[in-house]
């Protein structure tokens, strides 16, 4: 069992050289991948890895994503804290949790129950009082609590989903990977800059697990 203060240690060498090394430059979304311990976010057998440059398995097939793609799609939402967002596939519920260190409410959501479970238990040891994690279908969001200022999707999708788009706020952005199902994705930064017209910038080549549901793959 690794010592807290080794972790810390590893944690900050992965902001410098696979954060801003890369090009992350947020202050928030650095201080943010600086302060939550991924070590707590992945399987028990693998907190050694945590801090490895890649992504790692969690059960059910899915995987947390790479910090780096993790800090990428937290910049991209482009926050300054204070914002409401929806968090699509928990996962382990640690993009959440950096998430949760900016904006002040998170609604993340999960199909595989076994995976909400878990995310939502970890995020409460941690501390992450501020997320709400429920199972359900992300493609078609979390109408209640819509209008949101930033929704961000950890899973590919075949197109943009209309109700993800719909339940954006004036201002607010999507960034959701769009593409193939088995190979590269596209990372798309979709505004919603009226209230019927919408922005796209892409942000290059990414590989995510496929986005299952009535407006994601069948
Ligand atoms: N953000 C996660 C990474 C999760 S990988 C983390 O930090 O660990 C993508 C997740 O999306 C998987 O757990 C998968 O089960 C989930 N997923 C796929 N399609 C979904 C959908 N329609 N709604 C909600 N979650 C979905």
Redesign the pocket.
Known sequence: MKKGSEFESRRASMVACQLVARGIQSPLVLEAMGRVAREK?VPKGMQDRAYDDGPLP?G?G????QPYI?ALMADALDLRGGEKVL??????????AVIACIASKVFS????PE?AERAARTLVSEGFDSVVVRC????LGWPEHQPFDGIVV??GAPAVPEALKHQLAVGGCLVIPVGSRHSVQSLLRITRVSGSEFRTENFGAVR??????EQ?WS
């Open positions: 976010f969690i059910a899915q995987t947390i994503s993790v968090d699509i596939g928990t996962g382990s519920g640690y993009a959440a959501m999960e199909r595989v995976l359900g279908d992300g493609t950890a899973a995510f697990v496929p986005l299952l549901g994601g």
